[in-house]
């Protein structure tokens, strides 16, 4: 497509490279949680326990977090168009690797592709928001982002029930395959770099390239701050990973008898809490030029929610919904930590800065998920059910403890080791000069 008419109707064009962006990561999101909606299946097919579900479930956080990095400095160095096509088009063969095998080892083989291919998703959408608009927009665009995704989260979890109900969750998988193919296309033909007025223009990528990998990556290390808001993502997302994303479906049809559609509605609940508080979030922070007390208010109200539906028995079925809802909306004070690495790290290593957060946001889900699932089978009882290990309710809330205590260490952070920023870049938004 022409440069001049691409310059000329930026917004427009930059809108519609966002909107592919933000469909491979709502497609992603829908293969990531997936699993849950199908535990029965897969360990009765598979004959697995719980703790082996954790493990071939994992193997997506495994790869998707060593990627980050590697993503964030690719992004830097070579643009999101060809990275965007080429991951989506992974995410589509992983999908069908894991929807065609028999094999126990072919099944971990398809998330682990699936985790590589996702990486990239996140920080591309981010990368893509960074380039094409104002940074005074940054942190709602990040919302957006977050928002969007937790679309792809929720049609991951209620709706893709009835969808496995009627066709197996075989055909689901293979059928989404396909999908992520068709995307792939359209994201190779359509995503474009940069603005092209920025072509010669923009200080950062010419920088970046000579800076180097190696010192790109060693200039995000390098600060403090960057720890510190890794520690925060790491324990704040960690219960959308634990709870959605795998072990909360089968803890409420256990406590509560639910069939599988009702508790992955409730548990849909906190991608829609994430999706809705997200934008709200950025748009606040972004306003008041606050970052410390909305991301201190976020885990403080995650961690009452997640302790109320944890330890009160007998609740009911709108007051579950209602707390999963605030667990999301609590989970997306991660979100604020993409917008502090922005305005502390200089526009050349912006995506490095993300990638790195990113990981250790999807760190949480390699080290909890399995986790989870090896305290449940240390805690199994011995109960059999078609074939499949049955875990009490008093099994699944020893297990699940851990997200409330996830939320108690994020807070700790939040209030003592992030400093705030008041939404001001430290270096010039298009060039690496000091403010």
Request: proline share 4%; glycine share 8%; charged share 10%.
């Amino acid at each position: 497509m022409n440069h001049s008419f691409i310059a000329k109707h930026r917004t427009l064009f930059g809108t519609i490279i966002f909107i592919l962006a933000t469909l491979f990561l709502s497609f992603e999101m829908v293969l990531q949680v997936s699993p849950s909606i199908m535990t029965s299946q897969l360990m009765s097919e598979f004959h697995i326990d719980a703790a082996g579900l954790g493990v071939i479930a994992s193997f997506y956080f495994y790869s998707y977090t060593l990627m980050q990095i590697p993503s964030g400095l690719l992004y830097d160095r070579f643009g999101p168009r060809m990275l965007i096509a080429s991951a989506t088009l992974l995410c589509a063969l992983g999908a069908l690797a894991f929807g065609l095998t028999s094999s126990v080892f072919l099944l971990a083989l398809g998330r682990f592709l699936l985790g590589i291919g996702s990486a990239f998703a996140f920080v591309g959408a981010l990368t893509i928001a960074a380039r094409w608009f104002s940074p005074a927009l940054f942190a709602l665009f990040v919302g957006l982002v977050q928002f969007i995704g937790c679309i792809g989260a929720t049609c991951g979890a209620y709706p893709l029930a009835y969808v496995i109900n009627a066709i197996g969750w075989r055909a689901t998988l293979t059928n989404l395959g396909y999908i992520g193919i068709g995307l792939a296309i359209l994201c190779a033909l359509i995503i474009r770099n940069r603005p092209p007025q920025e072509k010669n223009t923009e200080l950062s990528a010419d920088e970046h390239h000579h800076l180097g990998f190696i010192k790109s990556f060693k200039i995000v290390v390098a600060q403090s701050q960057t720890w510190s808001l890794g520690t925060y993502s790491f324990f704040n997302w960690a219960p959308a990973l634990i709870f959605p994303a795998l072990w909360g479906v089968p803890y409420l049809m256990e406590k509560y008898h639910y069939p599988n559609t009702t508790a992955a509605f409730a548990n849909s609940m906190v991608w829609v809490g994430v999706g809705l508080f997200s934008p709200l979030l950025g748009y606040l922070s972004d306003k008041f030029q606050n970052r410390k007390f909305f991301l201190s208010t976020a885990t403080a109200l995650g961690l009452v929610a997640s302790s109320l539906l944890l330890f009160v028995p007998n609740l009911h079925y709108f007051v579950i919904c209602l707390l999963l809802f605030f667990i999301g909306c609590a989970s997306s004070g991660n979100l604020l930590c993409f917008a502090v690495a922005k305005d502390i790290n200089r526009p050349s290593v912006v995506s490095t800065a993300m990638g790195f957060n990113n990981m250790t946001v999807v760190l949480s889900g390699a080290v909890f998920q399995p986790i989870v699932g090896w305290i449940l089978s240390k805690l199994w009882q011995g109960g059999m059910e078609s074939g499949v290990p049955v875990y009490t309710t008093s099994n699944y809330t020893s297990a699940l403890t851990c997200v409330p205590l996830c939320y108690l260490v994020c807070l700790i952070a939040s209030l003592f080791f992030i400093k705030e920023t008041h939404g001001k870049h430290t270096y010039d938004p298009y060039s690496d000069q000091l403010n």
